[in-house]
C-alpha cells in the first residue's frame, strides 16, 4: 500500500512538473527578445511572431512599428497619437477632432508665401475668436464674427491652400487621411516605398508646429461635418447608447465630433495647448508596414523624428463607472427604419474579461453557425441580428443589435435577442463550436496579417491601448484554454440585467441644432504659387520606381476538367487558404428569377440536412459557400481551408442537386424582401445613389425598377425557384480557382461537380438603354439637415482611348484634397463637407462613359453651392504646377501598383467586359507622361464643358430653395416608390 501511494505521489509529482514545463514552454514560445540591428538601435521582437515586428524605441520616446509586407513596393505609415475626445477641454469638445483637421494646413515653411505678414493677422484672428468666446451679446457676437471673416481673407492673401495636400499626392500617396476617435488621432498615407524618405521630411516639418491658418473655412467644414452626424441616425443611436454605458465617463458624455455651442465657439489658444500637450514624441508612434528594409528605416526615422523634444505627457484621471444594476433605456428619433441595441460594458483591452467576451460573441454570431445566426436569422424570425464587441482602453462594451420584421415589436426583438444569450448561459450549443471559433478567428488573422493596413491598425490599436504586443500574437492561444464551461460560467455571471438598450423610432428628432449661413467671405487660395519649402521639395529626388504590367494570359494558367469545363487558376503562394468559383455568364437580366432563386437557396436544408445542420458542417470544416446572382453574372462561390475543399465542395454539391422547397422559409423570405424594402424608402443613401441616380440614368425602364411586387412574390412558387438554381448546372460554365495544389482542386471537381453532358446557352438578356440627360432636376423630400446633390451627364461611348486622359483629369480636377473642386468648393468657400467630381468610365464597351459631381451642404448654402460647382465644370481653372503635381501623382500610383493573387484574375475579367485582352495600364503610363495643360484642356472641352445635366436632390422641403433649382431644369418631385416601382403612389404636388 505504501508502495502504491509514493508510487502515486510520484505520478502527480512527474505530472505537475511536466504541466509547468509544458507552460513555460508556452511562455517561451512567444518571449518577447531584446536585439540590437547594424547601426546600433535596440529593438523588441517576439518570438514566433508571424508579423515580423520590430518594435522600436527612440530616445526621445518615440514608439516606432516596422513590419515587413513584400507584396508590392508600398508602404502603409500611420503616425498615432495618444490624443482623442476623451481629453477635450469639458468647454471645447470637438478639439481634438477640428485640431486633426488644422494639422493638414501647413506651417510656417508649409502653406504660406509671406509667413511674418500672415502670422500678424492669424495673431490678430486667435484674438477675435477669445472676444467672440466671451461675448454673449449675440449682435455684438455677430459683429466679432464679421470681423473674423474680414481679417481671415487678409490673411489668405498670404497662405497657399493644400499644399501639404499637394507634396503628399506628389508622392503616389493614397489614402491621405486621418481620424479621431475616444484615444487616438491618427494620420494614414500609403506611399510609394521609393518616397519614404521626402515622406519622413515632409511628416517631419507637419508635426513640428501647428499654424491655424484657413481657420474659419475649415471650422464650417466641420460644422457640415457634424451636420452630416445629425442626419445620420445610427450615429445618433451609438450615441445614445454610449451615453447610457458612460453616464460619467468621457466615452458616453464627450463625443468626438463635440457640440454645436463649443464649435461655434471655438479657441485657438485652447487648440495650441492641446497640440503642445500632446503631440510631443513619448505621446505618438510612427507604424510603417511594408516594403522596408529595417536598419535603413529606422534610422531614417530617427534621422528625422530623434530631434523632437520629449515633454512629459500626463493624460487627466477618468472617472470610474458604477456597475449598472438594472436595464438603461434610451430613445431616438429619425426618419430611418426601427431597430434596437442591447449592450453590456465590459472591461478594458487586455483584460481577462475581453477574452471570455470575446469567445462567447462568436458562439453567439460568427456570421455561420452562431446562437443569433441560426436561431434568428437562419430562421428568419427576425429582419437581422448580430452582435460585436467594442475594447477602449479604459472600457468596453458587447453590443446585440438587430431589426425587426414586418409587424414585430422593438420588445419583442429585445426578448428574441437576450433569449439566446440565456441559451449561452444554459450552455446549449455544440462542444465542437470552441475549437471551429479558434479556427474561424485563426482564417481571419491570417488574412489580416497579409495586408499591410490591416496590420497596420492592429499596431496602432496596440499602441493606443498601451498594450504588450505578445498579448497580441498569443491571444488565440489563451482563448484555445477556454473550456466550454468556463465559458458559461463566465456568462451567467457577467450577461443579467446590466445592460443599455436603445431603441431607435422612426420619427421626428427634436434635438436636431440648426443654423444660420454664416456668410463666408470666399477666402483666396493662390494655387499658382509656391512656397519655398515646397520647391524644395520637388528638388529632392527618390530612386525611380519602375512599373510592373501584367501578362494576364501568362500568369492565369487554365486546365479542364473531365467534362470539358474550362479551369482557370493561380497559385496562393501566402497560406493554405483557397477561394473557388463556379462562373455563369447570366444573371437576373436573363432570367428575373435568378436573384431570387440564389437567395432563398440560403434557407434551405436537404434530404440529409436541416438548414441549420447545413451552417454547422460547413462550419465545422471552416469552408464558406454562397450563391449570389447579379444583373450579368452568377457565382457559386466556396472558400476556406484548402484541406477541406473536397467535403466542402462534396457538402455544396450534395445541397445543390438535393435542396428541398419550404413553403413556410419562402414565406418568411418574401415577408423580408418586403420589409427590406420599405426600410431603404429610409435610407437616405439609398434612395439617392440607387433610386434617383438610376431614374437619371435610365427612367422608367431600369434594372432597379423591374422587380417582383409583392403580390407576385407571394404567388411565387418556392419549387420553380429551386429547380430554376438546380438547372443552373445545365447551362454553360466556367471555373476559377485560387489555391495551392490545383491538381487536387480538379480531381474533386471531377469527383463532386456533375453536370449535363450538353450544355445550355444563356436566355437572351433584357436590356435597357440609357436616356439622354439634361434639363431635369428630381427632388425627393426627406427629414435630414443637410441637402445632397448629385449632378450626372451622359458622355460620349466608352473608348479605351480616354482612360489616360480621363485618370489624370479626376486626379487634377474632382478627387483628393488637393484637386480643384476640394480646395474651391470646400477650402475656399467652405459651402460643403463633402464634394466630388469625376469622369466615371463605363464597365462595358458598349456603354456610355458619364460626368459626375456630388456635393453635401446645409440647405441654406444650396444656391451658392451650385453656382460654385457649375462654374468649375463651365470653366476649368487652369494651374500648371498643380498640373504637373497632378500628372506626377498619377505616373506614380500607377508605378507602385501591384494586380496579385486573385485580383489578377478578376481584373482580367474586368476588362474583357470593356474589350481590352491586355495590362492597358502600360498604355496609359506613356500616354500620362507625355501628356500637357493643353491635353486637359482639350479634354475638359471635349467630356465636361457644355454637358448637360440630370440633378438629382435629396433634402427637406421646407428648408429648400426651389427657385434656385428651378433654374438647372424642369423640376419634379418623385415618389419614393416610384423611384422603386414598390406599388402605384399617388400623384405629388409642389
Known amino acids: 500500500m505504501k508502495h502504491i501511494k509514493l508510487l502515486l505521489m510520484l505520478c502527480i509529482v512527474a505530472l505537475a512538473y511536466n504541466c509547468k514545463t509544458e507552460k513555460e514552454n508556452k511562455d517561451l514560445a512567444y518571449a518577447v527578445e531584446f536585439n540590437t540591428d547594424a547601426n546600433g538601435f535596440s529593438y523588441e521582437a517576439v518570438a514566433n511572431d508571424p508579423t515580423g515586428l520590430r518594435l522600436y524605441t527612440l530616445d526621445n520616446g518615440l514608439k516606432v512599428y516596422l513590419s515587413k509586407n513584400v507584396e508590392e513596393p508600398k508602404i502603409q505609415t500611420y503616425v498615432a497619437v495618444r490624443a482623442g475626445s476623451n481629453y477635450d477641454p469639458k468647454e471645447s469638445t470637438g478639439l481634438a477632432h477640428y485640431l486633426e483637421h488644422m494639422v493638414f494646413k501647413g506651417t510656417d515653411q508649409i502653406g504660406s508665401a509671406d509667413w511674418e505678414k500672415e502670422k500678424g493677422f492669424l495673431d490678430q484672428i486667435s484674438d477675435l475668436y477669445e472676444q467672440h468666446r466671451a461675448e454673449n451679446d449675440p449682435a455684438k457676437k455677430l459683429e466679432l464674427y464679421k470681423k473674423i471673416d474680414e481679417v481671415s481673407l487678409e490673411a489668405s492673401n498670404h497662405s497657399i ?44 516639418e507637419r508635426f513640428s508646429q501647428l499654424v491655424l491658418r484657413l481657420f474659419h473655412t475649415e471650422l464650417e467644414a466641420v460644422f457640415e461635418e457634424f451636420n452630416r452626424g445629425q442626419d445620420n441616425d445610427g450615429r445618433k443611436q451609438y450615441a445614445a447608447m454610449l451615453e447610457g454605458l458612460f453616464p460619467n465617463h468621457p466615452y458616453g458624455q464627450q463625443s468626438t465630433i463635440g457640440i454645436a455651442e463649443h464649435l461655434k465657439n471655438p479657441s485657438m489658444v485652447d487648440i495650441h495647448n492641446y497640440f503642445n500637450t500632446y503631440y510631443v514624441p513619448n505621446n505618438m508612434a510612427m507604424v510603417l508596414v511594408g516594403d522596408i528594409d529595417f536598419d535603413d528605416t529606422i534610422k531614417s526615422v530617427n534621422d528625422v523624428f530623434g530631434k523632437f523634444e520629449k515633454k512629459e505627457v500626463v493624460h487627466p484621471i477618468l472617472p470610474i463607472e458604477e456597475s449598472i444594476t438594472s436595464p438603461v433605456v434610451k430613445e431616438v428619433f429619425g426618419p430611418t427604419s426601427e431597430s434596437l441595441s442591447i449592450a453590456f460594458r465590459t472591461e478594458s483591452a487586455g483584460s481577462e474579461q475581453e477574452k471570455l467576451v470575446t469567445m462567447a460573441d462568436m458562439i453567439l454570431a460568427n456570421g455561420n453557425a452562431g446562437l443569433i445566426d441560426l436561431n434568428l436569422n437562419q430562421k428568419q424570425l427576425v429582419q437581422y441580428a448580430g452582435c460585436s464587441p467594442t475594447f477602449l482602453k479604459e472600457y468596453g462594451y458587447h453590443t446585440f443589435s438587430g431589426a425587426p420584421k414586418e409587424g414585430q415589436t422593438l420588445d419583442e426583438l429585445k426578448l428574441l435577442l437576450l433569449a439566446q444569450i440565456e441559451k449561452l448561459k444554459k450552455g446549449e450549443f455544440d462542444e465542437w463550436m470552441m475549437n471551429a471559433v479558434i479556427n474561424d478567428l ?30 497580441r500574437v498569443q491571444f488565440l492561444d489563451d482563448l484555445k484554454k477556454i473550456s466550454k ?7 451567467n455571471t457577467f450577461y443579467k440585467d ?18 444660420q449661413n454664416p456668410g463666408i467671405t470666399p477666402v483666396n487660395v493662390n494655387r499658382e504659387l509656391s512656397s519655398p519649402f515646397l520647391v524644395d521639395f520637388g528638388k529632392m529626388k527618390s530612386k525611380p520606381l519602375q512599373p510592373k504590367f501584367i501578362d494576364y494570359k501568362k500568369e492565369i494558367k487554365e486546365t479542364k476538367l473531365d467534362n470539358d469545363i474550362k479551369v482557370a487558376h493561380i497559385n496562393n503562394e501566402s497560406n493554405d487558404l483557397f477561394d473557388m468559383n463556379i462562373i455563369f455568364d447570366m444573371g437576373s437580366d436573363n432570367d428575373k428569377q435568378l436573384g431570387l432563386a440564389a437567395g432563398y437557396m440560403e434557407y434551405l436544408g436537404t434530404d440529409k440536412y436541416s438548414a441549420e445542420e447545413l451552417k454547422k458542417e460547413f462550419y465545422k470544416l471552416g469552408v464558406n459557400y454562397y450563391v449570389s446572382a447579379g444583373a450579368e453574372t452568377t457565382y457559386v462561390g466556396l472558400n476556406g481551408l484548402k484541406e477541406n475543399l473536397p467535403k466542402g465542395l462534396e457538402l455544396l454539391e450534395h445541397l445543390w442537386n438535393n435542396a428541398v422547397p419550404d413553403q413556410d422559409a419562402y414565406n418568411k423570405y418574401a415577408e423580408s424582401i418586403t420589409k427590406g424594402r420599405v426600410d431603404g424608402k429610409s435610407q437616405k443613401g439609398n434612395i439617392l445613389w440607387n433610386g434617383l441616380m438610376n431614374y ?43 489555391g495551392k495544389d490545383i491538381d487536387a482542386a480538379v480531381a474533386a471537381l471531377n469527383t463532386s461537380h456533375k453536370v449535363a453532358e450538353e450544355l445550355k446557352t444563356y436566355p437572351e438578356a433584357m436590356a435597357y438603354l440609357e436616356k439622354e440627360t439634361g434639363g431635369n432636376v428630381y427632388f425627393v423630400d426627406f427629414d435630414m439637415v443637410q441637402s445632397e446633390m448629385l449632378f450626372l451627364a451622359k458622355g460620349d461611348p466608352f473608348s479605351a482611348d480616354n482612360m489616360a486622359a480621363s485618370t489624370l483629369f479626376n486626379t487634377y480636377f474632382g478627387s483628393g484634397l488637393s484637386s480643384i473642386v476640394f480646395q474651391e468648393i470646400r477650402e475656399s468657400k467652405s459651402l460643403a463637407y463633402s464634394a466630388f467630381s469625376s469622369y466615371s468610365t463605363a464597365s462595358k464597351k458598349e456603354d456610355n462613359n458619364y460626368v459626375m459631381a456630388y456635393m453635401g451642404t446645409q440647405a441654406n448654402k444650396m444656391p451658392q453651392a451650385v453656382d460654385a460647382m457649375m462654374e468649375l465644370m463651365t470653366n476649368m481653372p487652369e494651374a500648371v504646377e498643380q498640373f504637373n503635381a497632378a500628372k506626377e501623382a498619377t505616373l506614380k500610383k500607377l508605378a507602385a501598383q501591384r494586380i496579385t493573387k486573385s485580383s489578377v484574375f478578376w481584373n482580367y475579367e474586368r476588362l474583357k467586359k470593356l474589350g481590352i485582352d491586355n495590362d492597358n495600364r502600360e498604355d496609359m503610363y506613356n500616354t500620362i507622361k507625355d501628356m500637357t495643360m493643353a491635353d486637359l484642356r482639350d479634354f ?49 404636388k409642389m
Not at 440614368?697 to 423591374?706: A, T
Not at 418556392?718 to 438554381?725: A, M, R
Request: aromatic fraction near 14%; charge should be negative; glycine fraction near 6%.
Open 161 to 204: 491652400a493644400n499644399e501639404y495636400d499637394k507634396m503628399m499626392a506628389s508622392l503616389g500617396a493614397t489614402g491621405t487621411n486621418a481620424y479621431t476617435w475616444f484615444e487616438q488621432t491618427v494620420y494614414t498615407n500609403k506611399i510609394p516605398a521609393n518616397e519614404l524618405d521626402k515622406w519622413l521630411h515632409l511628416e517631419g
Open 696 to 738: 437619371g440614368k435610365y427612367g422608367d425602364n431600369s434594372r432597379l425598377r423591374n422587380i417582383f411586387q409583392t403580390k407576385e412574390l407571394e404567388a411565387m412558387d418556392p419549387t420553380n425557384l429551386v429547380d430554376i438554381v438546380k438547372g443552373m448546372k445545365n447551362f454553360e460554365q466556367r471555373i476559377f480557382y485560387y
Open 498 to 515: 446590466n445592460y443599455v438598450v436603445t431603441y431607435k423610432r422612426q420619427g421626428e428628432d427634436a434635438s436636431i441644432v440648426k443654423v
Open 442 to 471: 485563426k482564417l481571419s488573422q491570417t488574412q489580416q496579417y497579409e495586408n499591410s493596413s490591416a496590420l497596420a491598425d492592429m499596431y496602432v490599436d496596440a499602441f493606443i491601448k498601451d498594450e504588450n504586443w505578445k498579448n
Open 485 to 491: 464551461q468556463e465559458l458559461v460560467d463566465f456568462a
Open 940 to 988: 475638359f472641352n471635349t467630356n465636361i464643358k457644355g454637358e448637360n445635366y440630370n440633378v438629382m436632390v435629396i433634402g427637406s422641403k421646407k428648408d429648400i430653395d426651389f427657385k434656385a433649382l428651378k433654374k438647372l431644369g424642369k423640376l419634379q418631385e418623385m415618389d419614393i416608390d416610384y423611384l422603386f416601382n414598390y406599388e402605384q403612389p399617388q400623384e405629388v
